[in-house]
């Protein structure tokens, strides 16, 4: 099976960076990806991690290591509009997510 | 594309009516999930198709629960009957490896309120 943990909550504020960790315990790994969802809508694809390292995609980065079963989604230059859930979610050797509670992100002005 | 479409968007029904969710997955995408999503317990996967084909239903609360995919552009979700418990939001996503990454796209999804 699989665990997976990271924050229930967190807060920052507006213009700063803010990192997410999640760590999991899996019995099998076929990549990592992480989805924002706002208030009453749909997860949505952020990232996307198979190998160790870092991935960048514009505010949003990404990390994995594999060996320590760790990864952090860095949110850099905070909008009001970043205040929403981001989810952690492993996938295993088919193609079945696992997610993780998820992290309440509050960027506060 | 439209995206994943989900029907009906809100659903309200009295214990022991029977519900039935619906899905049409992104054209071309041969994976097809069904979540559930509550407060207390986050986002649960309940069944999954490959080439509408059910690989793995363990997240299936009970046989309550069905799904079905006759097709690869459509696929249902019934609860029959249904419980007060069951109240959450119903998502379905699909995804294809052509992209390698098999990230998945989520409809909007279906809040049911079983009264």
């Known amino acids: 099976g699989q665990n997976i943990d990271q924050p229930t909550e967190m807060t920052a504020t507006e213009g700063a960076i803010v990192q997410i960790n999640c760590t999991y315990q899996t019995s099998g790994f076929n990549g990592l990806f992480w989805y924002q969802q706002h208030a009453g809508e749909a997860p949505t694809f952020l990232s996307y991690?198979?190998?160790?390292g870092l991935e960048e995609k514009g505010r949003f980065s990404s990390f994995l290591s594999r060996s320590k079963g760790y990864s952090y989604l860095l949110l850099k230059e905070l909008q009001m509009k970043d205040s929403a859930s981001y989810l952690c979610?492993?996938?295993?050797?088919?193609?079945?997510?696992?997610f993780g509670g998820g992290t309440r992100l509050m960027v506060k002005p | 594309d439209a995206g994943v479409i989900q029907s009906p968007r809100h659903e309200v029904t009295e214990m022991g009516q029977e519900v039935t969710l619906r899905c049409k997955p992104i054209?071309?995408?041969?994976?097809l999930f069904w979540y559930r999503q509550t407060m207390m317990r986050g986002l649960e996967l309940l069944i999954y198709?490959?080439?509408?084909?059910?690989?793995?239903d363990s997240g299936m609360p009970e046989d309550r629960f069905s799904a079905k995919m006759p097709n690869a552009s459509f696929s249902t979700l019934k609860i029959q009957p249904s419980e007060p418990r069951d109240s959450a939001v119903y998502f379905c996503a699909s995804s294809s490896g052509l992209a390698g990454t098999y990230e998945q796209y989520f409809g909007p999804g279906t809040r049911l309120t079983v009264t």
């Open positions: 979610a492993v996938r295993d050797a088919g193609n079945m997510l696992t």
């Open positions: 054209s071309g995408h041969d994976y």
């Open positions: 198709f490959n080439n509408n084909v059910p690989i793995d």
């Open positions: 991690n198979v190998l160790d």
